[in-house]
């Protein structure tokens, strides 16, 4: 990436942009510190609201949509002494900014999107794009003292191991993929939208745990009945949210707890894979649905991984690894700003403009 000089004598402007699966998120970092009367929350034009559009064409869309956004938030006030643009991005990136897929965004096959180079050619300052997670983790980064796992539980999952300074994943941007993780082998096992079947993001996600809801709910319907799923009005499986679903299980509703739990086993088993393989012991969650659900969501994930063990610890010690990270959704849009400030040069001079 080429940069030119920036804006001097003041602390670094970014405008920055968190691209998830549900929405699309901009705003206005000041020295660090995200304005929150800057943060637009637009519906993202992806699979999310077409899902009978061919992934070609909802790609095509979505970076229509996030470049023009980016464009006209410049323009804004918000946008007027901006030296930089931070991009983060719901899918895994090579080292040159190539998106390689975008599950949540387009659904399967798409051509490799060079999100990086369509950016700097549209838009009047340097960008630096990275993974949504890569991005979160540069904020928890700033406070976390030892090696963590970043997860995101929300329209899918994923992940980011940070140790030693840095995001592990290699240069082809492979690596923090764990929803794309086969965990029911059966050819029949439920679909994901990268176009794979079984993999732990289409069961252990907010899509996912809203799917098994409203199956148990068609299967159980006495239970169902019984749940506060159903509220005073009897309503039917398909009327189930992510919203109630989340509210039942911190009411301590018992249908969804239990749909909950036995959602979270595989997740529980990728925790316990990742502590076995490199000894991460501290794992943090963040994602509309896992903050929904809030406290119950470790306990029951607490549930499962302690009866699953953890080698060489004991209960307590497996507990204590969970944490949830902070109750917001600007994880991406606070990191992706200090990724920025990591690889851009400090602003020299005036202009601000390649």
């Given at each position: 990436?080429?940069?030119?000089?920036?804006?001097?004598?003041?602390?670094?402007?970014?405008v920055?942009?968190?691209?998830?699966?549900?929405?699309?998120?901009?705003?206005?970092?000041?020295?660090?510190?995200?304005?929150?009367a800057?943060?637009?929350?637009?519906?993202?034009?992806?699979?999310?609201?077409?899902?009978?559009?061919?992934?070609?064409?909802?790609?095509?869309?979505?970076?229509?949509?996030?470049?023009?956004?980016?464009?006209?938030?410049?323009?804004?006030?918000y946008?007027a002494?901006?030296?930089?643009?931070?991009?983060s991005?719901?899918?895994?990136?090579?080292?040159d900014?190539?998106?390689?897929?975008?599950?949540?965004?387009?659904?399967?096959?798409?051509?490799?999107?060079?999100?990086?180079?369509?950016?700097?050619?549209?838009?009047?300052?340097?960008?630096?794009?990275?993974?949504d997670?890569?991005?979160?983790?540069?904020?928890?980064?700033?406070?976390?003292?030892?090696?963590?796992?970043?997860?995101?539980?929300?329209?899918?999952?994923?992940?980011?191991?940070?140790?030693?300074?840095?995001?592990l994943?290699?240069?082809a941007?492979?690596?923090?993929?764990?929803?794309?993780?086969?965990?029911?082998?059966?050819?029949?096992?439920?679909?994901?939208?990268?176009g794979?079947?079984?993999?732990?993001?289409g069961?252990?996600?907010?899509?996912?745990?809203?799917?098994?809801?409203?199956?148990?709910?068609?299967?159980?319907?006495?239970?169902?009945?019984?749940?506060?799923?159903?509220?005073?009005?009897?309503?039917?499986?398909?009327?189930?949210?992510?919203?109630?679903l989340?509210q039942?299980?911190?009411?301590?509703?018992p249908?969804?707890?239990?749909?909950?739990?036995?959602?979270?086993?595989?997740?529980?088993?990728?925790?316990?894979?990742?502590?076995?393989?490199?000894?991460?012991?501290r794992?943090?969650?963040?994602?509309?649905?896992a903050?929904?659900?809030?406290?119950p969501?470790?306990?029951?994930?607490?549930?499962?991984?302690?009866?699953?063990?953890?080698?060489?610890?004991?209960?307590?010690?497996i507990r204590?690894?969970?944490?949830?990270?902070?109750?917001?959704?600007?994880h991406?849009?606070?990191?992706?700003?200090?990724?920025?400030?990591?690889?851009?040069?400090?602003?020299t001079?005036?202009?601000?403009?390649?």
């Amino acid at each position: 990436m080429t940069t030119t000089p920036l804006s001097a004598g003041g602390p670094r402007v970014s405008v920055v942009a968190d691209l998830g699966g549900t929405t699309l998120r901009l705003g206005r970092v000041a020295g660090g510190v995200l304005d929150a009367a800057s943060v637009r929350r637009i519906p993202t034009e992806g699979i999310g609201r077409h899902r009978t559009l061919p992934a070609q064409v909802l790609q095509d869309q979505v970076v229509e949509q996030l470049a023009g956004e980016l464009e006209a938030y410049l323009r804004s006030p918000y946008g007027a002494g901006a030296d930089s643009v931070g991009v983060s991005f719901a899918g895994p990136l090579s080292k040159d900014g190539t998106v390689l897929a975008g599950p949540t965004l387009w659904g399967g096959t798409a051509a490799p999107l060079p999100v990086t180079d369509i950016l700097a050619r549209r838009l009047p300052v340097p960008v630096v794009v990275a993974n949504d997670i890569t991005a979160a983790a540069w904020r928890y980064a700033a406070t976390e003292t030892v090696p963590f796992c970043l997860i995101t539980v929300s329209s899918g999952i994923g992940h980011k191991v940070f140790r030693h300074g840095e995001v592990l994943i290699d240069e082809a941007g492979h690596g923090g993929e764990i929803g794309h993780w086969r965990v029911d082998p059966r050819p029949d096992a439920l679909p994901c939208e990268c176009g794979g079947r079984g993999h732990l993001g289409g069961i252990a996600s907010g899509r996912g745990v809203l799917l098994a809801a409203r199956g148990a709910a068609a299967d159980d319907p006495a239970g169902f009945a019984g749940s506060a799923l159903a509220g005073p009005a009897g309503h039917r499986p398909d009327g189930i949210t992510n919203q109630s679903l989340a509210q039942a299980v911190r009411a301590g509703d018992p249908f969804a707890t239990t749909v909950l739990s036995d959602c979270l086993l595989p997740l529980a088993q990728a925790v316990d894979c990742l502590f076995t393989a490199i000894g991460i012991r501290r794992y943090l969650f963040i994602g509309g649905f896992a903050v929904a659900v809030g406290t119950p969501f470790l306990r029951l994930l607490g549930d499962q991984l302690a009866r699953l063990g953890c080698f060489g610890l004991d209960e307590r010690q497996i507990r204590d690894m969970l944490a949830l990270g902070a109750a917001d959704d600007d994880h991406s849009l606070i990191g992706m700003a200090r990724m920025v400030a990591h690889m851009l040069p400090a602003p020299t001079a005036a202009g601000g403009r390649r």
